[in-house]
């Protein structure tokens, strides 16, 4: 499928969360604000296809249903990210030494690393405050 205006505007919708995890409603919400007229099926079917395009990562949500996505800007790495057990915030993490870690894993186990898809659990400052109990 060829670009049209509205790829292009949920992918600009995208750019503009500056590397934060949005999802289909915040996409929706963001092209309302704007005044540009477009439908959730077609969202859906531009997020899917700007994923193949590799524009998009795809992160699914604690719930295991709903899911997030975040541009890459064409493949970029070095990142992994860190997802609360408590209230399933998902967050982005620059990670310094990546290439060592991948490099060791692809070494020692044959492994290779989706530095994209590798997500770290704990728990984050604000349910630790609450002193909320970690969901299990």
Not at 35 to 64: I, P
Not at 73 to 83: I, S
């Amino acid at each position: 499928m060829g670009s049209t205006w509205q790829k292009q505007t949920i992918l600009d919708c995208l750019k503009q969360a500056n590397g934060h995890h949005v999802t289909v409603d915040d996409v929706m919400e963001q092209l309302a604000r704007d005044g540009k007229k477009v439908s959730k099926a077609t969202v859906y079917r531009y997020l899917k296809e700007l994923e193949q395009d590799g524009e998009l990562q795809r992160y699914c949500n604690h719930d295991g249903q709903s899911a997030c996505y975040r541009y890459v800007a064409h493949g970029t790495c070095n990142h992994c990210h860190l997802r609360c057990d408590s209230c399933g915030t998902l967050f982005h993490m620059e990670l310094l030494h990546s290439a060592q870690v991948t490099a060791e894993a692809l070494a020692h186990y044959g492994f290779t690393i989706d530095e994209h898809r590798t997500v770290f659990y704990g728990r984050c400052a604000a349910c630790k405050r609450e002193g909320e109990p970690p969901v299990i």
